[in-house]
């Protein structure tokens, strides 16, 4: 093992010459690449390395073992079929003496066979993925069976074959591993044994009750989460259902644009950098040259004239970022070392606790919260209400013991939350933590870029009219022939409500609906940045 670490080490530093690497890289980078070069398989290990070797089935290993298992035994699969090349001769004159591979295959099963001192094991894949219909073994199994077939049978009457054989469900989460404790079945994705365990139900309402661990204690970012979009709390967190696709990672292939996701932490990550260095008074464009030539070497960025495009747009508006942050400092210069506790028991049973940080006070003592935020909070006159709902909720919690400010600078767009009465904020966070004990009984008919939609139509509307805001809600919420729908851009909302109707008409048992979530939830937001 020694000579093994001492080998993969010195291949770390041959290659970090080759690549004429001379910064400083950190533990955790060399430690993963360092174990990852020990775990490698190489065709040189030695057949008796341990108590459970692996190994193809070759000759001269009938070497006899207490357990023999051999796996993949498929129809097709075994015995092995190579088919001859065009200059081989003997593959299409066959003589007698002439060496088979077929034959040589069935001369490794009876070794196999006969090596096995305690146990034999055979596995096949017996169904069909597609049909669930039945695909028989090898051949050479299907020999096997026959002959226990033909010359054993077990003293009750049954078939030897089918008292030997196990089959089991395509699906790990199948009922069958779970409710026949006797059963020969068994599986290690014990995860799955809560799917089939009984759940009450409430005779009258039919709804799932919201269990009592999951409304002990609640944090602002799980407030705000719920917030911008409810219906996705109620799967992730009382159902623990996530529709979300796992991305593949493509080794292959090389970046030339960033997506929207990837420029966004790209840049708040540069932000990040950005402000500890200019809250120690060290160069803020040395931060970002570092940060970027950071993300260069983690390949991150493409090479060449296509990398210099990607530096050059995630620098660009970080002067005029930088530059609203230095007028934010000069009105609040003294920075808080100390964290806000947060603390609210509501009525309904939940409890907020959280810290606030990032708080800053004038000369005279009032305090404010001062953030940088990636994203876009006004882009074309239009405010993007659903990244304001996280602030909201820090705001008004900022606010339970006192009057707080909050200034959220971002790179297109800057929002001012002034204080609000204690009392107040106190209600409104109140009416959302309510919303989200009902929210883990039932979905809530919500969607937030449609309620907003709606909402700031009836503001524009002199005359309120309620048939432009249904039509101002539905072109969000549903695709149009330039863009996607909310309900497309979320798989829970295109789960629940496929259509903006369904959406709109929907009703829980407790008497939530769309009009009276949006009023309660998200009108107070407008009236704050709007002051209305």
Known sequence: MLGKLETGLQQIFDSSQEARLDDALPLSMVREHWLSQIDEHSLSQRFLAGAV?????????????????????????????????????????????????????????????????????????????????????????????????????????????????????????????????????????????????????????????????????LTLSQLGRFLQEPVRTFFNTRLGVYFEQEAIAELDAEPFTLDGLQNWQLQDQLIAAQRQAVDQGEPRIDALHATLERF??????????????????????METLFNHYAQALEEWPIALAETLPVRLEAACGLTLEDQLGELRENTQGQRCRLLLLSSSLVKNKQYHWHHLLRHWVAHLAGNLK???????????????????????ARAYLETQLAAYARGL????????????????????????????????????????????????????????????????????????????????LYAPLIQAVKKV
């Open 441 to 520: 009984q039932t979905p809530l008919p919500l969607a937030p870029k449609a309620a907003f939609a709606w909402l700031t139509t009836l503001q524009k509307a002199k005359n309120n009219a309620p048939d432009d805001a249904y039509s101002a809600a539905e072109k969000i919420y549903e695709d149009g022939r330039y863009h996607s729908g909310e309900a497309t851009q979320s798989a829970y909302m295109s789960h629940q409500w496929p259509h903006f109707e369904t959406l709109y008409q929907a009703h829980t048992d407790q008497g939530d609906h769309f009009l009276g979530l949006m009023e309660a």
């Open 402 to 424: 006192g009057p707080m400010t909050t200034q959220l600078l971002s790179k297109a767009g800057n929002v001012t939350l002034e204080p609000l009465d204690a009392d107040t």
């Open 53 to 217: 070797n692996f190994a193809t089935l070759m000759p001269m290993r009938a070497i006899p073992f207490q357990r023999v298992c051999l796996l993949g035994m498929n129809d097709g699969d075994y015995p092995r079929s190579q088919p001859p090349l065009d200059f081989d001769l003997m593959g299409n004159d066959y003589r007698p003496g002439d060496r088979s591979r077929r034959e040589d295959d069935r001369y490794l099963f009876l070794e196999a066979l006969l090596s096995a001192r305690q146990q034999l094991y055979i596995s096949w894949v017996g169904k069909n993925q597609t049909d669930n219909s039945d695909m028989p073994p090898s051949v050479l199994v299907g020999q096997l069976r026959d002959h226990l077939d033909a010359g054993w049978q077990p003293e009750e009457g049954a078939s030897l074959v089918d008292a030997l054989t196990t089959t089991h469900p395509l699906q790990p989460f199948s009922r069958a591993y779970f409710n026949n404790a006797a059963s020969r079945l068994f599986t290690y994705a014990h995860e799955w044994r809560t799917l089939h365990q009984a759940r009450p139900l409430k005779a009258s309402q039919g709804t799932l009750p919201a269990p009592q661990r999951l409304l002990e204690s």
């Open 296 to 317: 260069q070497g983690q390949g991150v960025l493409a090479i060449g004239a296509f990398g210099e495009r990607m530096r050059e747009a995630l620098a660009e508006p």
